[in-house]
């Protein structure tokens, strides 16, 4: 029983690791969406611009999410 008892709590961990990063890549992308609007109607970007820029938002908002 102990033994069942273990493996229900690191499975729940395991769990909970999973959508606790799921949570944070979904909210680091939405502000990121959120700032690539406002970018892409001050700026006149081409394709890589913009990507270069939404990897450089999505870097720095990551860290931003990990201060936090």
Do not use: G, P
């Amino acid at each position: 029983m102990k033994k069942l008892l273990f493996l229900f709590l690191i499975a729940m961990a395991v769990n909970a690791n999973a959508i606790q990063k799921t949570s944070k890549e979904d909210a680091c992308k939405r502000v990121v969406d959120k700032i690539m609007h406002a970018w892409k109607e001050v700026c006149s970007l081409n394709e890589k611009q913009e990507t270069a820029l939404y990897t450089l938002l999505i870097e720095r908002q990551s860290e931003i999410y990990d201060v936090r």
